[in-house]
């Protein structure tokens, strides 16, 4: 209620009321409004108007929270969502969540994990965390930890040490003797521990094996070969965290919330 006439109770008869919704609002008369809604006069009352919450939606909403935060949705947040989801459609709610330092930062946390064999470290952690906001790709970070002097030591402080570990690590095997060779030789021709990293990283079979682990994360089964390899071919395109992204919002994911 934006203006009233101030000549009777609770400031009178209503003159302007503003309409408030998620997308803006519009201003109309108090007769306008009595007669939208029926009303005997223009000396009325009313509080915010609340959209009800679809039952679908709000189990949308629990199971994205369970799955990208490990807990259910507050009864604020599930408001909140509810109001955009109508407009503005799943991915909305889900970018928000695997883009906060829930998800984003246990990826971070991970790559400490599998790369560097510890917890991170506050500031890197945070340092990292930071850049990913920033539209950083979380493979770029990958190719960081793996292609750095700690993980080079760790791994035995040899070249071929180095190499065989990123075998064991990135593509989840041991080497063969024919590529330990050839990256070793491409290192001792000038290739840096980054770039051999980024080779690892960015193969395909590296980006198999973080395809299929999304789909195991965000639908919660294993992919078929199919599925794997379509997924796989887009992380050429997107990052890991938008492909995480692209499942939480399918029909699938909206469908297993149901149950």
């Known amino acids: 209620m934006t ?24 201003n109309r008369t108090g007769d306008s409004i009595r007669s939208a809604l029926g009303l005997k006069s223009t000396w009325f009352s009313f509080g915010p108007v609340v959209r009800p919450i679809s039952e679908t939606n709000r189990l949308f909403i629990d199971s994205a929270y369970t799955v990208f935060f490990g807990r259910a949705a507050t009864a604020e947040e599930t408001t909140y969502w509810a109001g955009r989801l109508e407009f503005e459609g799943r991915s909305v709610l889900i970018g928000a969540l695997v883009a906060s330092d829930n998800w984003s930062g246990a990826q971070v946390d991970d790559l400490y994990r599998r790369a560097l064999g510890r917890a991170a470290d506050a500031e890197g952690r945070a340092y990292w965390v930071s850049i990913l906001g920033g539209r950083t790709r979380l493979e770029f970070i990958g190719v960081q930890f793996y292609g750095s002097r700690e993980y080079f030591l760790r791994s035995g402080g040899t070249n071929e040490a180095f190499v065989a570990q990123l075998y064991r690590d990135v593509l989840l095997r041991e080497p063969d003797q024919g590529g330990l060779n050839y990256w070793v030789s491409q290192i001792k021709s000038g290739a840096g521990y980054d770039v051999i990293a980024a080779s690892f990283y960015y193969s395909v079979e590296s980006r198999r094996t973080r395809a299929a682990n999304l789909f195991v994360d965000v639908l919660g089964r294993t992919p078929s070969e199919a599925e794997i390899a379509q997924r796989a071919d887009d992380l050429l395109r997107i990052d890991d965290l938008d492909l995480a992204v692209v499942l939480g919002s399918s029909d699938e994911f909206f469908s297993n919330a149901q149950r």
């Open 3 to 26: 203006k009233r006439n101030g000549l009777e109770a609770e400031g009178g008869r209503a003159e302007t009321v503003r309409l408030d919704f998620e997308l803006g609002f519009v």
